[in-house]
């Protein structure tokens, strides 16, 4: 993995849903619940339908409204489905990888949509290529598929699909449809988030419950790690199966922090209630006096308002303001594929209102700094509208290491804060001060603890076994800041 990526391909954070509705098609529903998680996937969307005797797949490159014409939702026939929306990783742009993923065999039609990332692809491929399985895209999707296939074949439903979860290492949140039955499957350590909403008519799955809300459903629960979801073809009900138990699980803390949406909630948790937690916890362990707050949008608001709520309710004179607007036409600046367009990018993006910071000292409040393109363009642009001080305030720890289980975090090489001090990440980036939060804050936050949460790419420490990496989650980094009360705050005046 020499420049830091999943070893077995490209890394995918995607969306996926799962709908068994009484009559209704589903393609409809899907659809809207593919446009409310339109945030984890924008490179392909698709949907798989079943109508009881056919299946009906449709899958395009490109956003869930470019993607879709009302025609094709007209072909897409059928109470049952699944869909996907897949995230786009510079260089791997490929329609092969889209997903839903389709196939017939002997055991029935299968359609997959997977989010998050194997670690055991290789090997497995290998196994199926010998006997006789041939693949037509390099993604871990199809192992997966053809795995279950081939499991289909000697077992029922529910063993095939515990012998697949025992053969598949990694992370996934699965949703399947095979034939007209609607599965949802979450990995042993419940890596990526999977949830369960009832409709009308019916029952959905879907990696967020904002999807049930749009839906106007109601979130019933979360699917457990380990846990087979089996929707009842009639949309009556569900059955569930706790098909393989761990000790712990492995929760992404980063879904919290930055990729989740805030209205949804996440293993019990309203991730807006979580930001705003992890932004007071900032204000206590690093708060630094100052005029104004500006959150950087869209991801540091919910931080911003509770560093700013509790700074206020010490009795610091500070005021909240949106002093940063945002361009939304603009795409995602972490995704352009040169340093200078990423740059260029976040300038057509982020434009500061020279009233709200002129003269004033400011506190930035953004979720996370990966490369520092952000935070090193941030800062330059408020002292060019006249900020006499700027603070920077990030609502997680350093990001030092790669992620191997989904999120597009950059190379272990383009990591600001990899192998480096909070001091010379400041240096970097010319801010007057900088901290991040600590790991145990996270924790906390998250009502929950190291040992349950995926940190990889803050400690370097994987849940998973990736080649080369460690996997003692025991072993802190001393860069990083340890305890509660080690933040590691850098600047001239801390
Ligand atoms: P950077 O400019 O490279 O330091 O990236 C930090 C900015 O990108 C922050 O404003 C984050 O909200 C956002 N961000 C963090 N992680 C990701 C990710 N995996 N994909 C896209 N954007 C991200």
């Not at 949907?47 to 005797?53: A, L, M, P, S």
């Not at 053809?146 to 029922?156: C, F």
């Not at 073809?233 to 949406?261: K, M, P």
């Not at 004179?317 to 740059?343: H, W």
Request: proline share 4%.
């Amino acid at each position: 993995m020499p420049d830091g990526r999943h070893p077995d391909g490209p890394t995918e954070k995607c969306g996926v849903v799962g709908v068994s509705l009484d009559e209704r098609d589903a393609a409809r529903p899907l659809y809207y619940a593919l446009y409310a998680l339109q945030h984890r996937g924008q490179e392909s969307a698709g949907i798989v339908t079943h109508d009881g005797f056919q299946q009906h797949s449709h899958v395009e490159m490109g956003l869930v409204g470019d993607a879709f014409e009302a025609e094709d939702l007209e072909t897409l026939k059928g109470a049952t489905g699944v869909g996907h929306v897949r995230y786009p990783t510079a260089g791997s742009v490929n329609s092969s990888c889209a997903q839903p993923f389709s196939v017939s065999f002997k055991s029935g039609s299968l359609g997959l949509s997977h989010n998050g990332n194997l670690v055991n692809t290789a090997e497995l491929r290998e196994e199926l290529a010998a006997s006789g399985h041939a693949f037509t895209s390099d993604g871990d999707t199809e192992v997966i598929a053809h795995e279950l296939a081939r499991n289909l074949l000697e077992a029922d439903l529910i063993r095939a699909v515990k012998r697949t979860m025992n053969r598949i290492h990694g992370s996934y949140s699965l949703t399947i449809a095979h034939d007209d039955t609607v599965l949802g499957v979450r990995d042993p350590q419940g890596n990526r988030p999977l949830c369960i909403g009832e409709l009308d008519d019916g029952y959905i799955l879907a990696s967020e419950s904002a999807a049930i809300d749009v839906l106007d459903g109601e979130l019933v629960r979360d699917v457990r790690p380990g846990e087979l979801v089996v929707l009842e073809g009639d949309g009556a009900g569900f059955d569930s199966y706790q098909l393989v138990e761990r000790d712990n699980t492995a929760h992404c803390f980063f879904e919290h922090v930055y990729f989740a949406r805030p209205d949804s909630r996440i293993d019990g948790q309203l991730v807006y209630d979580v930001r705003r937690e992890l932004g007071r916890q900032l204000w206590v362990e690093s708060g630094v006096e100052s005029d104004v707050v500006l959150p950087v949008p869209d991801s540091g608001r919910a931080f911003a308002s509770g560093y700013a709520e509790a700074a206020q309710a010490e009795g610091a004179e500070v005021s909240f303001a949106e002093g940063l607007m945002k361009n939304r036409y603009v795409g995602r600046t972490f995704i352009m594929p040169t340093q200078d367009a990423r740059e260029r990018a976040v300038r057509l993006k982020l434009n500061p209102i020279r009233d709200v910071v002129e003269g004033k000292t400011v506190t930035v409040i953004d979720d996370s700094i990966v490369r520092g393109t952000t935070s090193t363009q941030l800062v330059e642009l408020l002292r060019d509208v006249g900020a006499e001080e700027v603070h920077m305030r990030i609502g997680a720890p350093p990001i030092v290491a790669p992620c191997y289980m989904g999120i597009d975090m950059a190379s272990r090489e383009e990591l600001i804060a990899a192998g480096c001090e909070t001091d010379a990440i400041r240096e970097d980036i010319d801010a007057d001060s900088l901290a991040y939060l600590s790991i145990d804050a996270v924790a906390e936050a998250l009502d929950s603890t190291r040992a349950d949460l995926c940190l990889g790419c803050v400690t370097g420490e994987y849940p998973y076994d990736i080649q080369g990496e460690s996997t003692d989650r025991d072993v802190i980094r001393p860069d990083i800041g340890d305890a509660a009360g080690d933040t590691g705050v850098a600047g001239s005046d801390d």
